[in-house]
């Protein structure tokens, strides 16, 4: 984890700087998560987010109901059909959250040094001396000096939308805190986060299983967002229930590191999930300001390493409300790029901010500078190193690919897959997803829109699901007819130019075959 492999070995030069960015078919690698709410799920904004570079739509269920959600989702399809830009769906789930129920929806404005009292009793009416949260068990959880942080979609860091408290008191159920930061509460339903305190609710709730099992089988979700994972237990538990929700079986796991038991468990965690979201709104407040940034090189690295994707979230919330985003969110985007990162998540910025498809646009700008400063060839050594040998015969192939890709500058790298996975190269890797044939006695189907779908969020891959008639161990003939389609979608997108060499990575009967093309006028 050296910082020599942030950056290229050469220097660069200042002027280089000053040059306009050129547009690009994909804006960037690094890909683009966008949360779909009030501002952002009519089919016109929803276009312009997919045009702008989101591919992976995420829909947040610990607010509004499956209804909604469908209406938008709706939208969605839609979207995708008008604009011609594949985008999987993510659901994230309720998981461990303690929330702050506000039945009028009327502002609750709370002083500094004031007294105000956080009761189990939901009946009660929220007011600036009481508030009523949705768990039982907070009195046995905290003790006397506990911070306890409270704000409407998570925590800005904003001290007049999000207010500090400190337990001073426990009164029976009831837990008695002093304000320390004057704020305004507005909305009907708040996030409670305890600092660094245990809360015994389930990972998995009966709420979120209800939703997954309707709402998330209805419409086969690509990837499941597991808030508040803080045991690799609680992976299993979820991939079991995945399981017996038929299609679901398919659907990726990525676990929501947002707590210090979270970070404790890493490793584990990390070994049972698919990927693995940074949430760093909460990981914010259990942890120091100052090892914010430590949590997350080490984290992107270890992703890295096991090859699994990594999400970074929190970015750029000033753009919630203003059409730039601060010097120091734009240099943190450029930073998560450089330490690894898979793709950038957004929330509120998308979900109720007002320019989310400005921010979309600005973020993968952000990215793709960064991008070409990020030292790919050192990250492909560090990664071959710690895989070790001997390597996997896919490893191997992946691995050889690369190198091939490298040595000879070659624009793009085509690889013939049926399971959407593949390696994390310097140049777009464009992954043709042959679907297979399946049956269970009483129907035939096609897979593979899942996998192509799921590598969405994966860096630098950039699937197109190739027609089933041409199966990629078959014939030289039908091999050449696919190939042929995706060099003509490569040039299409304005990634493939004449004389380019591309590397084709495929299956020739029972062998795997690695080989170097140039291409002609």
């Known amino acids: 984890m050296h910082s020599t492999h942030l950056l290229l070995e050469e220097p660069i030069r200042m002027a280089s700087i000053l040059e306009p960015s050129k547009a690009s078919f994909f804006p960037a690698m690094t890909k683009i998560v966008g949360t779909l709410g009030p501002k952002s799920r009519s089919i016109e904004v929803i276009s312009g987010c997919l045009k702008a570079g989101m591919s992976v739509a995420r829909f947040d ?14 939208n969605l399809k839609a979207a995708v059909k008008l604009t011609k830009k594949l985008c999987a769906v993510m659901l994230d789930t309720v998981g461990a959250e303690m929330q702050v129920v506000n039945k009028s929806e009327k502002a609750i404005s709370l002083e500094a040094d004031a007294i105000v009292v956080l009761t189990p009793d939901k009946g009660q009416e929220a007011s600036s001396e009481l ?12 003790k006397k000096g506990d911070t306890i942080f409270i704000g409407q979609y998570l925590f800005t ?14 009164k029976g159920d009831d837990v008695v805190c002093v304000i320390k930061n004057s704020a305004t509460l507005a909305g009907s339903l708040f996030t409670l986060h305890g600092s660094q305190i245990r809360i015994g609710l389930p990972t998995l709730t009966d709420k979120d299983k209800e939703v997954i099992s309707t709402w998330g089988v209805q419409n086969k979700i690509d990837f499941l967002s597991l808030s508040y994972t803080r045991h690799a237990e609680d992976v299993r538990q979820a991939r079991e229930f995945l399981s017996k929700l038929g299609d679901l079986y398919q659907t990726q796991i990525f676990a929501k590191i947002e707590n210090i038991e979270g970070l404790n468990h890493f490793d584990e965690i990390l070994q049972e999930a698919d990927g693995i979201i940074l949430s760093r709104g909460n990981l914010g407040i259990d ?17 890295n390493m096991a090859g699994k994707p990594a999400v970074v979230t929190r ?16 240099t943190d985007v450029a930073n998560a790029v450089l330490d690894g990162s898979d793709a950038i998540l957004l929330g509120a910025e998308t979900l109720r901010g007002l320019y989310p498809v400005e921010t979309i646009s600005t973020v993968g700008k952000i990215c793709a500078e960064a991008e070409k400063v990020f030292n790919q060839d050192m990250y492909f050594k560090k990664t071959v190193k710690y895989v070790g040998e001997p390597m996997t015969h896919l490893e191997s192939i992946a691995s050889s690919a690369v190198r091939a890709a490298i040595k000879v500058k070659a624009s793009v790298i085509i690889c013939f897959t049926s399971s959407g996975r593949a390696a994390r190269p310097t140049m777009p890797v464009l992954s043709v997803v042959i679907p297979r044939l399946k049956t269970n006695q009483l129907k035939w189907s096609f897979s593979g829109a899942f996998e192509a779908r799921q590598s969405l ?34 040039k299409a997108a304005g990634v493939i130019k004449s004389h380019d060499r591309v590397v084709v990575c495929q299956k020739v009967g029972d062998a795997s075959v690695v080989k170097i093309i140039e291409l002609e006028d």
């Open 315 to 330: 970015v750029v919330d000033s753009m919630t409300d203003n059409l730039r985003p601060t010097r120091a969110e734009a």
């Open 61 to 74: 269920f610990s607010w509004h109901d499956p209804a909604y959600h469908q209406e938008t989702l709706e």
């Open 157 to 170: 860091g904003s001290e007049t939308t999000s207010v500090w408290l400190e337990v001073s008191e426990v």
């Open 131 to 142: 508030l009523p949260i949705n768990f039982d068990g907070l009195s046995k959880a905290v």
């Open 287 to 303: 942890l120091p300001p100052e090892k914010v940034f430590l949590f997350q090189k080490a984290a992107l690295y270890k992703c």
């Open 457 to 490: 969020i994966v860096r630098g891959l950039f699937p197109m699901l190739a027609d089933p008639r041409h199966p990629a161990e078959s014939t030289n003939a039908s091999n050449e007819s696919v190939l042929k389609v995706a060099l003509d979608h490569g």
